[in-house]
C-alpha cells in the first residue's frame, strides 16, 4: 500500500524559508516519478516540481530559482526547499508519486495529504 505523509508545513513571513518533507512508504521504489503540487485558495492545483524516473528535476517555472526537490532513497524521503518565499506561495503542497510515464510525463497515481504553507506579508 502506498503511503505519502507530508511533514514541514507553517507560518513564516515573506522572504522566508521553509523544507517539506514528504515520507514514502516502501512501495514507492526508488525509480519512481515523485512531485510536490500545490493549491492556493481559489486556484487550480498547479505542479511546483518533479524528480523523473531517471531523476531529473524540472520547476514550475515561477519557482525554478526559489525552490529545491531532493530525495533522500535510503530514507525513501522526497524534500523541498522553498527560499524567498512570497505570499502568493501560501497553499496546500501535497507530496505525490507515480509508478509510470507518459510521452515523457509522470502520471502521479498516488497522493499525500498535504501540508499548509502560509506566507505572510
Do not use: H
Not at 42 to 61: I, N
Not at 67 to 77: K, L
Not at 81 to 95: A, F, I, R, V, W
Not at 104 to 120: K, L
Amino acid at each position: 500500500q502506498v503511503q505519502l505523509v507530508e511533514s514541514g508545513g507553517g507560518s513564516v513571513q515573506a522572504g522566508g524559508s521553509l523544507r517539506l518533507s514528504c515520507a514514502a512508504s516502501r512501495s514507492v521504489a526508488s525509480n519512481w516519478c515523485m512531485g510536490w503540487f500545490r493549491q492556493g485558495p481559489g486556484k487550480d492545483r498547479e505542479k511546483v516540481a518533479q524528480l523523473d524516473m531517471v531523476r531529473r528535476s524540472s520547476y514550475a517555472e515561477s519557482m525554478k530559482d526559489r525552490f529545491t526537490i531532493a530525495r533522500n532513497t535510503a530514507e525513501n524521503t522526497l524534500y523541498l526547499q522553498m527560499n524567498s518565499l512570497k505570499p502568493e506561495d501560501s497553499g496546500t503542497y501535497y507530496c505525490a508519486a507515480g509508478d509510470r510515464m507518459f510521452g515523457g510525463s509522470c502520471f502521479f497515481g498516488y497522493w499525500g495529504q498535504g501540508a499548509q504553507v502560509t506566507v505572510s506579508s
